[in-house]
């Protein structure tokens, strides 16, 4: 009897040891096939961070992949889009105005009534509530036309204004007629800061992408490292027409190419980065820069620049310069990728963007190890 109980209890043993052998290995699978799922989820889902200072031209590049990617923009969209272009087109006309006082060209407010309309218009009115009429936009027109403001925007490089402001200057008529909704570039050229951050995602090649604009004020700025984790990409933007621009911070002057330079050099050297993520550079609007150059000539910026005064020239010279900000032995083995760009220009920016995402997709695959 003693006997039969201890080979009973020993068999009970055994079983135990048996089940708890089996658990563990049970459990040791379903942590390989999480840790797998978890590599395949990497592989498929890139996150993609947009950087850059104040109007760079990032929040153009978060715009053209709506466009690209996301079938545009919905009829809320567009509806809110037409009380910035206003907001955009009155904005530029008042900085003409304000430009010829600057620069010295007579404009007498007193005995304009079409100045005083719109002033009076504009210096009440919200900024972001702007909303044109065609009476105002008739009255606008006169004044844009008028030989001051015509004077004043022929150095229209010697003043603060806006990007798109002959764009939709130009285009009064339209953009205040009763019916007017905007149009795909009309949306693209639209100026506004962006605060806080903004995401999108999207299907790319057979990956979720997701894309995370932050805002490049200098107060925004302090909030770009809560979303340092887990990058695939960094795209930098500066505006390489800025050159002879100036941010004014406080009581601080800074040139607008400089500061972009001094927040690009602290994003490539960061050490959250690792070599596994991709850094791309985007000098953005040469378009302007190609039209700039004809009359403002780049040593206003750079003195020691020696070379010719052409696109090409002038381009390789301030892009060498910011690739030489790049520390290779702090980076650890990262790599910076360059591109020029003209972010209204939808089919460049879908085709530089394809060619970065080779790059990340590639850095990717190598960090989940599939590569």
Same mark, same amino acid.
């Given at each position: 009897?003693?006997?039969?109980?201890?080979?009973?209890?020993?068999?009970?043993?055994?079983?135990?040891?048996?089940?708890?052998?089996?658990?563990?290995?049970?459990?040791?699978?379903?942590?390989?096939?999480?840790?797998?799922?978890?590599?395949?989820?990497?592989?498929?889902?890139?996150?993609?961070?947009?950087?850059?200072?104040?109007?760079?031209?990032?929040?153009?590049?978060?715009?053209?992949?709506?466009?690209? !990617?996301?079938?545009?923009?919905?009829?809320?969209?567009?509806?809110?889009?037409?009380?910035?272009?206003?907001?955009?087109?009155?904005?530029?006309?008042?900085?003409?105005?304000?430009?010829?006082?600057?620069?010295?060209?007579?404009?007498?407010?007193?005995?304009?009534?079409?100045?005083?309309? #719109?002033?009076?218009?504009?210096?009440?009115?919200?900024?972001?509530?702007?909303?044109?009429?065609?009476?105002?936009?008739?009255?606008?027109?006169?004044?844009?036309?008028?030989?001051?403001?015509?004077?004043?925007?022929?150095?229209?490089?010697?003043?603060?204004?806006?990007?798109?402001?002959?764009?939709?200057?130009?285009?009064?008529?339209?953009?205040?007629?009763?019916?007017?909704?905007?149009?795909?570039?009309?949306?693209?050229?639209?100026?506004?800061?962006?605060?806080?951050?903004?995401?999108?995602?999207?299907?790319?090649?057979?990956?979720?992408?997701?894309?995370?604009?932050?805002?490049?004020?200098?107060?925004?700025?302090?909030?770009?490292? !809560?979303?340092?984790?887990?990058?695939?990409?960094?795209?930098?933007?500066?505006?390489?027409?800025?050159?002879?621009?100036?941010? !004014?911070?406080?009581?601080?002057?800074?040139?607008?190419? *400089?500061?972009?330079?001094?927040?690009?050099?602290?994003?490539?050297?960061? *050490?959250?980065?690792?070599?596994?993520?991709?850094?791309?550079?985007?000098?953005?609007?040469?378009?302007?820069?190609?039209?700039?150059?004809?009359?403002?000539?780049?040593?206003?910026?750079?003195?020691?620049?020696?070379?010719?005064?052409?696109?090409?020239?002038?381009?390789?010279?301030?892009?060498?310069?910011?690739?030489?900000?790049?520390?290779?032995?702090?980076?650890?083995?990262?790599?910076?990728?360059?591109?020029?760009?003209?972010?209204?220009?939808?089919?460049?920016?879908?085709?530089?963007?394809?060619?970065?995402?080779?790059?990340? #997709?590639?850095?990717?695959?190598?960090?989940?190890?599939?590569?």
């Amino acid at each position: 009897m003693g006997a039969g109980a201890s080979g009973r209890s020993g068999y009970t043993e055994l079983s135990a040891d048996t089940f708890e052998v089996k658990d563990l290995t049970r459990r040791t699978q379903l942590i390989d096939e999480q840790l797998l799922k978890d590599r395949v989820a990497a592989r498929r889902q890139i996150k993609i961070l947009l950087l850059g200072g104040p109007e760079s031209g990032k929040s153009t590049v978060f715009k053209q992949m709506k466009i690209i !990617h996301m079938n545009g923009f919905t009829e809320l969209d567009i509806i809110n889009y037409r009380y910035l272009v206003h907001s955009n087109a009155a904005l530029g006309l008042s900085q003409l105005i304000h430009g010829c006082k600057l620069l010295g060209i007579a404009i007498d407010l007193a005995k304009n009534e079409d100045l005083q309309r #719109f002033m009076s218009y504009y210096m009440k009115v919200n900024p972001s509530e702007v909303e044109l009429a065609a009476e105002m936009g008739a009255t606008m027109k006169r004044i844009y036309k008028s030989v001051p403001v015509q004077q004043c925007l022929k150095r229209q490089h010697e003043i603060e204004l806006l990007d798109s402001a002959v764009y939709f200057l130009d285009a009064l008529d339209r953009i205040t007629s009763f019916d007017y909704a905007p149009c795909q570039q009309d949306v693209l050229r639209t100026r506004i800061a962006t605060t806080g951050i903004h995401e999108m995602e999207f299907s790319y090649k057979m990956v979720t992408l997701r894309l995370i604009d932050v805002g490049g004020q200098k107060s925004e700025q302090r909030k770009w490292i !809560h979303c340092f984790d887990n990058v695939n990409g960094v795209l930098f933007i500066s505006c390489i027409s800025s050159y002879n621009q100036y941010l !004014h911070d406080n009581e601080e002057t800074i040139n607008r190419l *400089k500061y972009g330079m001094t927040l690009f050099q602290r994003i490539a050297n960061n *050490k959250c980065f690792g070599k596994k993520t991709a850094i791309i550079l985007f000098l953005n609007k040469i378009d302007i820069f190609k039209e700039k150059l004809a009359v403002v000539p780049l040593t206003t910026c750079f003195p020691d620049y020696k070379g010719k005064n052409s696109y090409e020239s002038a381009a390789d010279y301030i892009e060498a310069k910011f690739l030489k900000l790049f520390d290779e032995k702090e980076g650890s083995g990262k790599q910076i990728y360059s591109h020029l760009t003209n972010a209204t220009d939808t089919k460049n920016i879908d085709r530089v963007f394809e060619s970065c995402m080779d790059v990340v #997709f590639k850095l990717s695959m190598e960090k989940v190890g599939f590569m």
